[in-house]
């Protein structure tokens, strides 16, 4: 057999308080435990630093390389370089268009010039497209 014994808080139990022990306070309630500070270690600091940051860095990030393209536009140098242009006509291809213009080059890395000059996706071009193309020594 086994007993139980409950309490309701009212009786001679309850009048008498023991000293104060951790977690409780001398002037709090009976029955109330004290308000404890939270007690972080070295670690949790860190952890919750670090947490703290990541959007911090993130957002940093962002901006620093979504203002590349920017900054390559509207900066330095190069903004004042002038180039030459070229409408594309029917039957003309970036191969042709880069051994006319650096006959004795290797067509290969003025193809990739232009590419890059005009943002394109691919090697295909359309007539009527206006090309700008690189500034040759």
């Known amino acids: 057999m086994s007993v139980a ?14 000293a104060p022990q951790s977690g409780v306070a001398a002037d709090s309630p009976p029955g109330m435990p004290a308000r404890t500070r939270l007690r972080l270690t070295r670690r949790g600091r860190v952890v919750f630093t670090s947490l703290a940051a990541v959007p911090l860095v993130v957002w940093a990030f962002v901006m620093v390389l979504g203002a590349g393209d920017a ?8 903004s004042a370089t002038s180039f030459e242009y070229v409408t594309v ?8 268009i880069a051994e006319s213009i650096a006959p004795h080059a290797d067509p290969r ?3 990739d010039e232009i590419i890059r000059l005009n943002g394109l996706d691919g090697a ?6 206006r090309l700008a193309l690189p500034v040759l020594p």
């Open 5 to 18: 014994i409950a309490t309701t808080g009212f009786g001679a139990q309850a009048r008498f308080q023991p």
């Open 71 to 78: 900054a390559a536009q509207f900066g330095g140098a190069s």
């Open 89 to 96: 006509d029917r039957g003309d291809s970036l191969w042709g």
């Open 109 to 111: 890395v003025i193809i």
């Open 124 to 129: 295909i071009v359309e007539p009527g497209q």
